[in-house]
């Protein structure tokens, strides 16, 4: 595991969501000042889930085909998805957003 | 896989004719309602339901990469719904609640979904053309095209619908040469905004796809050197290796038309999905469903009404609640892009809101100042919002701030501008 500066909690206002570079992807969303990190590439179709629209209920619709997803757990809620996104750790250190990102795979 | 005996027992038993994306969305919305009778799924094809969508594009160029199967097979069974794949329904007495199979079995029903679909419209001057033409509706279909679109080939696409341009630009993608015939004078003839057919007829060209808008063809032949050749009315020919046509659908109404239910372009039902017959349901391409807020019957051939009607359908029959009815909607995938369209497409006016950021944009038709329908182009995000804004019939006070693609319209839509 890495821990992984992303930016400050300024740069990613409530409704925001900011791609990661990293292998695989990674989607940090913010949910009313909570932070979520997904797999960004949806599991249906080739969509970042960055570009995704986080709804009220704490989950987030792919932006390509509509899927929704649990922003807490990755779960898959709705067709066309029935693969859920993986998830990583976040934490919040001052106004410092980092997200715990696997090492093994890259 | 199945012992299914209606008469056994005094479970309800309700039955689902249809293994499509209605079918599939129907069944799944039965147990999430907490119906615990008996449900029985029969498919025509010999395949647990599946997702068309990817038949044109993804099953053709990336067959790997394609994810067909709506449920894992575990599915039907961890919930309880029996299959039967590959049966086909011969008759429906609506008075006796009864169906019976081609095999001659027999099942009674306390309720039934008719979510039989559509086939593809057949050609005959086509289809005479033997292996060498195909149409495009099914998995055997996709795969039985995928096997003959080899690097090189002419391809000759008939009907510059969306089906024929998925097509074109999958063999595209796989080295052939497209041309596109159509006998109408624009693509897309029904249901695409006009600023979309212009982009996606530019889109095609600059990958090479040759239109020939405006030909009616009254000639198909296979010559001797192993050619296909077409003819159109005025002479032209067209000499190619293989033909995909899409000319539309045929809706599989037979069995609804057989037994007395009521049918006028679909099988026309209320706004809790019921027909003529009020213990006998209807849900998908085939239908034509009452939209008490449009005061219309409307009927659509999109995934996305098999699926929200398939679910909301199979909901009503259990609780008894009408079904919600969402903005009608569709996207397709062409050349890498993603390109959905919303509501209505006759706006007597198209707002484009260009983020100068490659092909990423959307356009809003308005009628009198009103949001009526969009277009979005690798810019899915924004479609929800917009469908928000064409349900609530979103009128327009500031083009400047709308045009404005900074401008988020999530926000516009929650204080009402």
Redesign the interface.
């Known amino acids: 595991m890495k821990k992984l500066y992303v930016c400050t909690t300024a740069d990613l206002p409530p ?1 925001g969501a900011r791609r990661l570079d990293t292998s695989p992807a990674i989607a940090l969303f913010n949910h009313n000042g909570d932070y979520y990190a997904l797999a960004d590439l949806c599991t ?2 080739s ?1 970042s889930m960055s ?3 986080i709804e009220d209920d704490c989950t987030v ?6 899927a929704h997803f649990c922003l807490k757990t990755g779960k898959a809620l709705t ?2 998805a ?1 693969v859920d996104l993986a998830t990583f750790e976040t934490l919040v250190e001052g106004d410092a957003i980092y997200v715990f990102v696997p090492t093994g795979d890259r | 896989m199945m012992n299914a005996r209606a008469d056994v027992s005094d479970v309800p038993v309700y039955v689902v004719v249809g293994g499509g994306r209605a079918g599939a ?1 129907a069944v799944a919305a039965m147990r999430e309602a907490n119906f615990s009778g008996r449900i029985l799924l029969v498919g025509a094809e010999p395949y647990p339901p599946y ?1 068309r ?1 990817p038949l044109s594009k ?1 099953m053709l160029v990336k067959p790997e990469a394609a ?1 067909l ?4 097979e575990t599915y039907y069974a961890d919930k309880n719904i029996e299959c039967l794949f590959g049966g086909s329904v011969v008759r429906l007495d609506s008075a006796a609640h009864r169906l019976t199979l081609a095999s001659g079995e027999e099942f009674t029903f306390d309720k039934l979904l008719l979510a039989t679909g559509a086939r593809a419209r057949a050609y005959p001057l086509l289809d005479q053309l033997g292996e060498r033409v195909f149409t495009l509706r099914t998995r055997d279909d996709s795969e039985r095209l995928r096997s003959a679109l080899t690097p090189g080939c002419r391809l000759l696409v008939v009907g510059g619908g969306i089906i024929g341009l998925e097509v074109a630009a999958s063999a595209i993608a796989l080295g052939a040469t497209v041309t596109v015939i159509e006998r109408a004078d624009r693509l897309m003839a029904r249901g695409t905004p006009d600023p979309l057919v212009d982009i996606l007829r530019r889109l095609h060209v600059e990958k090479g796809v040759r239109f020939e808008l405006g030909v009616t063809l009254n000639g198909a032949s296979c010559s001797n050197n192993g050619d296909v050749l077409l003819r159109a009315e005025d002479g032209r020919p067209f000499i190619g290796d293989l033909v995909v046509y899409g000319i539309g659908v045929e809706l599989n109404t037979e069995l609804a038309v057989s037994a007395g239910l009521h049918v006028e372009n679909g099988i026309v039902v209320d706004e809790y999905g019921r027909t003529s017959r009020p213990e006998i349901y209807a849900a998908g391409d085939a239908v034509r469903q009452w939209n008490p807020a449009t005061r219309h019957h409307q009927r659509f051939e999109t ?2 009404n098999a ?1 929200s009607q398939g679910a909301a359908v199979g909901r009503s029959m259990v609780t008894g609640e009408p079904c919600s009815m969402d903005v009608p909607w569709y ?1 397709t ?1 062409q050349y890498g892009h ?1 390109f959905q369209v919303a509501g209505s497409h006759e706006a007597s006016e198209w707002l484009h809101r260009n983020t100068g950021e490659g092909f990423k944009s959307t356009m809003l038709g308005l009628v009198d100042d009103v949001v009526v329908g969009a277009v979005t182009i690798d ?3 924004e ?3 917009i469908r928000t804004m064409i349900a609530n019939r979103f009128k327009v006070t500031d083009r400047a701030l709308l045009a404005d693609p900074r401008v988020d319209l ?1 926000k516009l839509v929650e204080c009402g501008r």
């Open positions: 409704g249906h179709g969509a570009e995704g629209y619709e792919c932006p390509v085909h509509t067709q066309p029935t | 969305s997702e969508p993804e994810q199967t709506i449920y894992p995934w996305a699926q996207w995938d993603n810019n899915g995000r479609m929800r919002p999530r």
